[in-house]
T-cell receptor, first 112, second 114 residues
Framework: AQSVTQPDARVTVSEGASLQLRCKYSYSATPYLFWYVQYPRQGLQLLLK??????VVQGVNGFEAEFSKSNSSFHLRKASVHWSDSAVYFC??????????FGSGTQLTVMP | GPKVLQIPSHQIIDMGQMVTLNCDPVSNHLYFYWYKQILGQQMEFLVN????????KSKLFKDQFSVERPDGSYFTLKIQPTALEDSAVYFC????????????FGSGTRLTVL
């Protein structure tokens, strides 16, 4: 069955530190991959997406993600986090249509 | 940017009663969705709605669930009667086309069934 796994429910980092949020997928073929962010009391916002080509994709606010077919992963990274990055981050996948399968989310807390 | 609005953010209801969750989608969007997230679990697809009809629904979309968008107003999810296991956060989304990258999500309505 298709699935998306985010193994870390909570991540805490200090402001200015680098960040990696992990995401692994299980699909019969390479899916389209997405990262969303949800700030408190707001809807999910699309950070970045991967369809094909360069495995490193750039998103908004300095985020990037790297696709790895061999590892079935799509990890999110940021070189230097800011306190305003504190939010819940969701990894999601789609087989090409509108239907998204989500991971359970990672709560990121950035300590000042 | 475009926003999908869900009001209220939290609803509390007694088991067996009816509840209607309201969603105000992006104005020119044509496709509408509901997702359900039980605390600590993945957000899961419930239903996709287009041109006045349910296009696709998941196993989670029980017979007690219904959706409609009368006269182009709110896109609603009705649960009648509610059960304890319906307690979750329900996210509405809308899109212009039928592809995931154009989805806009609301901030969710937390439904608590007592």
């Amino acid at each position: 069955a298709q699935s998306v796994t985010q193994p870390d429910a909570r991540v805490t980092v200090s402001e200015g530190a680098s960040l990696q949020l992990r995401c692994k997928y299980s699909y019969s073929a390479t899916p389209y991959l997405f990262w969303y962010v949800q700030y408190p009391r707001q809807g999910l916002q699309l950070l970045l997406k991967y369809y094909s080509g360069d495995p490193v994709v750039q998103g908004v606010n300095g985020f990037e993600a790297e696709f790895s077919k061999s590892n079935s992963s799509f990890h999110l990274r940021k070189a230097s986090v800011h306190w305003s990055d504190s939010a819940v981050y969701f990894c999601a996948a789609s087989s090409g249509s509108w239907q998204l399968i989500f991971g359970s989310g990672t709560q990121l807390t950035v300590m000042p | 940017g475009p926003k999908v609005l869900q009001i209220p953010s939290h609803q509390i209801i007694d088991m067996g009663q009816m509840v209607t969750l309201n969603c105000d989608p992006v104005s020119n969007h044509l496709y509408f969705y509901w997702y359900k997230q039980i605390l600590g679990q993945q957000m899961e697809f419930l239903v996709n709605f287009y041109n006045g009809k349910v296009m696709e629904k998941s196993k989670l979309f029980k017979d007690q669930f219904s959706v409609e968008r009368p006269d182009g107003s709110y896109f609603t999810l009705k649960i009648q009667p509610t059960a304890l296991e319906d307690s979750a956060v329900y996210f509405c989304a809308s899109s212009l086309g039928q592809n995931a990258e154009t989805l806009y999500f609301g901030s969710g309505t937390r439904l608590t069934v007592l």
